[in-house]
């Protein structure tokens, strides 16, 4: 069974009650979760709250160093991320990103055929909201999880090595989880305001469930879902 480092970037102004609850209730399957809070321009600074909502589930919490000149937020954060995880294997997820039935059997099934990457795709994209990876390939690769501009998105560097590596990827079945996209800025709009433009029906179930889920929720993060409920 694959027991991996779980590592995932937190916007500091967002919450994921969602998330919190999925952690809680299934932190037996990972080792370490090392999650890294980055600076945002604005906004409520969640940090706090969920540093000590999620004391209890025995959860790293860090702050990303600022990016220097011309360094991508998202790779300082993982480099930072990554000076603390110990395991075989490293999950890389997103807070969007849920498990549903079979998923975990999928995974397992790509690790018994022999791969050393198992990874929700979008298209010919592997998408950050879900790669395992073992921690010694990684190694091998440049480890650029940042934006490459004009030729790439988040990860689309580490995509790229695993193909010089020749390395074949397992591909998880999509009907085994449910993602979101879209979550952090469309609870920005809400705090700013103003009318979630990605999904609002669905942003709107999902705050319904936040709501609903029986996890701490920070009356901040309340309020704006209020706010949209109205909507």
Not at 178 to 201: A, V
Request: proline share 5%; glycine share 6%; aromatic share 14%.
């Amino acid at each position: 069974m694959i027991t991996p480092d779980l590592l995932v970037s937190w916007p500091r102004n967002c919450d994921y009650p969602l998330w919190r609850k999925f952690i809680r209730e299934n932190r037996a399957r990972f080792n370490e979760v090392i999650i890294v809070f980055t600076e945002t321009s604005s906004g409520d600074n969640f940090w706090d709250f969920v540093r000590q909502s999620m004391i209890p589930d025995g959860v790293t919490c860090l702050y990303s160093p600022n990016p220097g000149s011309g360094q991508d937020w998202r790779d300082v954060a993982m480099h930072h991320a990554l000076a603390h995880v110990r395991s075989e294997w490293i999950w890389f997820t997103e807070q969007d990103f849920y498990p549903l039935g079979g998923f975990w059997e999928d995974v397992e099934w790509g690790r018994d055929s022999g791969n050393e990457v198992i990874a929700a795709f979008e298209g010919d994209r592997m998408h950050p909201c879900s790669i395992f990876i073992k921690r010694e390939l990684l190694n091998r690769t440049t480890k650029n999880f940042g934006i490459v501009p004009g030729k790439s998105d988040h990860f689309g560097a580490l995509q790229r090595d695993l193909e010089v590596l020749k390395k074949d990827v397992w591909t998880i079945n999509p009907t085994t989880y449910k993602h979101y996209n879209g979550l952090s800025q469309n609870f920005y709009l809400g705090y700013l305001g103003q009318t979630p433009n990605y999904k609002l029906d669905e942003f709107q179930d999902y705050l319904r469930q936040c709501l609903d889920s029986g996890i701490e929720l920070d009356p901040r993060f309340i309020t704006v879902a209020n706010r949209v409920l109205k909507l």
